[in-house]
């Protein structure tokens, strides 16, 4: 389970220190999953990206 405030820091290759909000990402999924590919759907859902990862049991990803 990622918190929704978490910020993961990664250092890019010229340096640079990338903060991106790992945790607003995970969070938001739900409310974006209508409007993905089925392409894009199948890949979240083969690397497990299921709301059991994070605090539901259904699916973050809805097949239409």
Do not use: C, Y
Not at 2 to 21: A, C, I, M, N, Y
């Amino acid at each position: 389970m990622v918190p929704r405030k978490h910020v993961e820091t990664v250092l890019s290759d010229e340096g640079w220190e990338l903060q991106f909000r790992l945790g607003a990402w995970i969070s938001n999924q739900p409310s974006r999953a209508a409007s993905l590919s089925l392409e894009r759907v199948e890949e979240l859902s083969r690397i497990g990206m299921t709301e059991s990862s994070t605090k539901h049991t259904r699916p973050l990803i809805a097949s239409t």
